[in-house]
């Protein structure tokens, strides 16, 4: 089925044989169908290949994020049987179940569901992820809330955590962590934010309060606060799960929870960090399977992902990768260097922390405690015969002077900077204490980025905006009234925030002739910048505009996530 079902899509053009074999790996790995591989790997839009399948097998396409599921009818379905098969009975007429899959050319799966039912069986076309949605709605409904949970909590336990003080005994301590309503608490605070596809989980004490938020889509939100006298037994149980010393409260902690429930597999990097009230402690999620490596769908608009490509194809140089904490950095490098990745190249990265583990890639994690620096690993590379080097950040003058020499001894160099733009990086190494001669001679390219968030496609409606507000953001007087603006009101598909997911912007400074001899005449920022734009460079809020043209995000964003040209 999965290599028929490829085969057609290669024969319909909607892949290429090089994406399918990227795909058929991933799958060897995952398990999952290949028409998921192909999705997650961005080669295909879920909704084309859901039209493609729904016409191959002559099957109805169904939309289940705007039907109302009885109980009833769902039920006719074990729940186990649902989440195993990836099926959803939605509608019954006579001795007729309908019934939406993503792959109804599985009869093994039809057949079972038809003598577990005693009825005729009519297969929809059904999204992959909006299938997982739903029935993982169905699966939490059976679950614990954390109102039951608090409740039993409050009702069962509350005298066994009552202190007086911070300072408790150690058996103690960890015989709270221990205790039933704890543990169901801390799994659902975690599953929730798998469910709720959050970035971060923050678990914050303070004085009176204890509270829980999420990081979605980049914005926090506020999810519970549980009762202050938990404090203690909710980090415990954490820093127990994360394999962390929980009589050490003093110093700052790191370690790594890694989970699976209900076929999902989710890694989390935990960091716990003593506060004035306790010890707060952040959940870094790291979903493998929500990583985006396929350079065409992070954001580029055509010309920054042609100059971009063949900067990284470029024998030497450096390339690098510049904007704040969360803008997404990381996921460049990754879909640059998956795409790099071949038999023929040596590719050792220098990372801290090592987000994703990438296969056919030497990464080494930095350990500062004994050496293990980014400088050092760059010295060891060198010995390593390399083709391509990644450093995960040039912090220091030491690593800047070994990449950038790097780079000209004929290594591809990817790294990455803290600046607010593309031209600003120039100035940055500059002050790092690199020569102005070396720097116009290694650096091939500069990145900026930032990320904005999408529309939810579930409740997208159109948004009036004043022209002048507008032509503050940066519109041209030629584009008024020439698009429509639009915002999400929000609903279930969103958490009601209006917007799912993430896109992002770039700002794509290639070192053309004209700007290595600013460089080395100590031009300005602003100079370079100038110079950049005239020879076509499209900066961040222009790339913000261009989304706002498309309806891919609102004027809200575009205004948070770049500064005015």
Known sequence: ???????????????????????????????????????????IDENTLSEFIARQYNCPQISLSRITLGKGIVSLVPLDIMHKYQAVPFGLMGNTLHVAMADPGNLFIIDDIRFLTR?????????????????????????????????????????????????????????????????KLVNLILMDAIRKHASDVHVEPYEKVMRIRFRIDGVL??????????????????????????????????????????????????????????????????????????MTKLGFEEGQYKNFRDAIYLPYGMVLVTGPTGSGKTTTLYSALADLNKVAHNISTAEDPIEYNLMGINQVQMHEAIGLTFAAALRSFLRQDPDIIMVGEIRDFETAEIAVKAALTGHLVLSTLHTNDAPSTINRLLNMGVEAFLVAS????????????????????????????????????????????????????????????????????????????????????????????RLGMTTLRRAGINKLKEGVTSVEEVIRSSTKD
């Open 119 to 183: 009825k005729n069986i009519q297969i929809h076309v059904a999204a992959d992820s909006v299938l997982k949605q739903v029935i993982g709605t169905f699966f939490n409904a059976d679950d614990d809330s954390f109102d039951d949970i608090l409740g039993a909590i409050k009702d069962e336990v509350e005298l066994d955590f009552v202190q007086t003080s911070d300072e408790m005994d150690l058996s103690m301590l960890e015989n709270a962590a221990e205790q039933a309503p704890v543990v």
């Open 442 to 533: 290694a650096v091939n390219l500069v990145l900026a980025q930032r990320l904005v968030r999408k529309i939810c496609s579930e409740c997208k409606t159109e948004e009036p905006v004043s022209p002048e507000t507008l032509l503050d953001l940066g519109v041209m007087d030629d584009e008024l009234g020439g698009f429509t603006c639009y915002h999400g009101k929000g609903c279930a598909a969103c958490n009601d925030t209006g917007y799912r997911g993430r896109i992002a912007l770039y700002e794509v400074m290639p070192l053309y002739e004209q700007i290595r001899e600013l460089v080395l005449m100590g031009a300005s920022a602003a100079e370079i910048k100038k110079e950049s734009i």
């Open 1 to 43: 089925m999965a290599k028929k079902i490829g085969e057609l899509l290669i024969q319909e053009g909607l892949v290429t044989t090089e994406q399918l074999n990227r795909a058929l790996d991933d799958q060897r790995h995952s398990g999952e169908r290949i028409g998921a591989a192909l999705v997650k790997q961005g080669v």
């Open 221 to 294: 939100y506020e999810v519970m606060r549980p009762p202050i006298h938990l404090k203690n037994a909710i980090i415990s149980r954490l820093k127990i799960m994360s394999r962390l010393d929980i009589a050490e409260r003093r110093l700052p902690q790191d370690g790594r929870i890694r989970l699976k429930a209900k076929g999902v597999e989710m890694d989390f990097r935990v960091s716990v960090l003593p506060t004035l009230f306790g010890e707060k402690v952040v959940l870094r999620l790291l979903d493998k399977s929500g990583l985006q490596l396929d």
